[in-house]
């Protein structure tokens, strides 16, 4: 079993930044992924990475200001995120996978955080 705990999230101004941190506890994880949930809409992809960290995936919308990435042996996740708009206002949750390599399925993960919330308003 895998438990994640979603931290880092609060209020930043557009153009801004922010690091999300995905705390890790239980067997060691396979491969992690980050998505975002606005209010009265699905959850969507953000990015995914291996489990070594060797490959990432990236929603076209986050290419080039996200940058997803890991620290197995601290068991932590990051989802760095520069140069923030007002559209990526939502819940960012992290999830673990069983397989090895990144998945952009949410259906391929099987244990999810609770999220933390990120407002970008000026």
């Known amino acids: 079993q895998v438990q994640l705990v979603e931290s880092g999230g609060g209020l930043v101004q557009p153009g801004g930044s922010l690091r999300l941190s995905c705390a890790v506890s239980?067997?060691?994880?396979?491969?992690m992924g980050w998505f975002r949930q606005a209010p009265g809409k699905e959850r969507e992809f953000d990015a995914a990475?291996?489990?070594?960290?060797?490959?990432?995936y990236y929603a076209d919308s986050v290419k080039g200001r996200f940058t997803i990435s890991r620290d197995n042996l601290q068991k932590k996740g990051y989802l760095k995120m520069n140069n923030l708009k007002p559209e990526d206002t939502a819940v960012y949750y992290c999830?673990?996978?069983?397989?090895?390599?990144?998945?952009?399925?949410?259906?391929?993960?099987?244990?999810w955080g609770q999220g933390t919330p990120v407002t970008v308003s000026s």
């Open positions: 239980g067997r060691t994880f396979n491969a």
């Open positions: 999830a673990a996978a069983p397989t090895l390599s990144p998945t952009l399925s949410p259906t391929n993960y099987d244990s």
């Open positions: 990475i291996s489990r070594s960290g060797g490959i990432t």
